[in-house]
């Protein structure tokens, strides 16, 4: 059975601090990885996608990889008031057909 | 920026009715899906479709529901029969290849009373 397991938080934070956001897998057939944001009663919306080891930056993300421990993880830098809201983790298994399975989500607080 | 739309934004219903949730996924997209989530509760995945076939489905998709691409644009979510528990907001996604991340709709706030 395909698990993604994060901590539910919440996770606080002081404005201008960088927020970790970790997330462990349980397939190990795994291939794609997402973080997602979402706002309280909105959809969520994505924020990164990595597919191999090691880290990738996008602004003032960066998403890291360790297939080998089934970890995905995401740093935000510089975090702002905005950037509060639930993160999800997301993983699919094969290909573009596949459903994406979710964890719980992070709440994250970010503290003016 | 190109958009899935979802109609209705809310929709309410008795107990043992059918609703039918209305999707318009990205024109140039390929691949279409249902998630739900139950409120307090994670994003489910319920249904893939390709190529006017469902490709996977969940456990949770059973007999009650059904998907249909009636036309080049939309993209339909049917369940005969609602339960209390059906209650959730149901979001309609797409995406243009495999593997790619999805783009998400802003959802259907299904109640059923």
């Known amino acids: 059975q395909k698990e993604v397991e994060q901590n539910s938080g919440p996770l606080s934070v002081p404005e201008g601090a960088i927020a970790s956001l970790n997330c462990t897998y349980s397939?190990?057939?795994?291939?794609?990885f997402f973080w997602y944001r979402q706002y309280s009663g909105k959809s969520p919306e994505l924020i990164m996608s990595?597919?191999?080891?090691g880290d990738k930056e996008d602004g003032r993300f960066t998403a890291q990889l360790n297939k080998a421990s089934q970890y995905v993880s995401l740093l935000i830098r510089d975090s702002q008031p905005s950037d509060s809201a639930t993160y999800l983790c997301?993983?699919?298994?094969?290909?573009?057909?596949?459903?994406?399975?979710f964890g719980k989500g992070t709440h994250l607080i970010i503290q003016p | 920026e190109p958009e899935v739309t979802q109609t209705p934004s809310h929709q309410v219903t008795q107990m043992g009715q059918e609703v039918i949730l209305r999707c318009v996924p990205i024109s140039n997209h390929l691949y279409f899906y249902w998630y739900r989530q139950i409120l307090g509760q994670k994003v489910e995945f319920l249904v893939s479709f390709y190529n006017n076939e469902i490709s996977e489905k969940s456990e949770i998709f059973d007999d009650q529901f059904s998907v249909e691409r009636p036309d080049g644009s939309n993209f339909t979510l049917k369940i005969r029969s609602t339960k209390l528990e059906d209650s959730a907001m149901y979001f309609c996604?797409?995406?243009?290849?495999?593997?790619?991340?999805?783009?998400f709709g802003s959802g259907t706030r299904l109640t059923v009373v």
């Open positions: 397939d190990r057939g795994s291939q794609s």
């Open positions: 996604a797409s995406s243009i290849g495999q593997g790619v991340g999805y783009t």
């Open positions: 997301a993983v699919l298994l094969g290909g573009g057909a596949d459903g994406l399975t």
């Open positions: 990595i597919y191999s080891n």
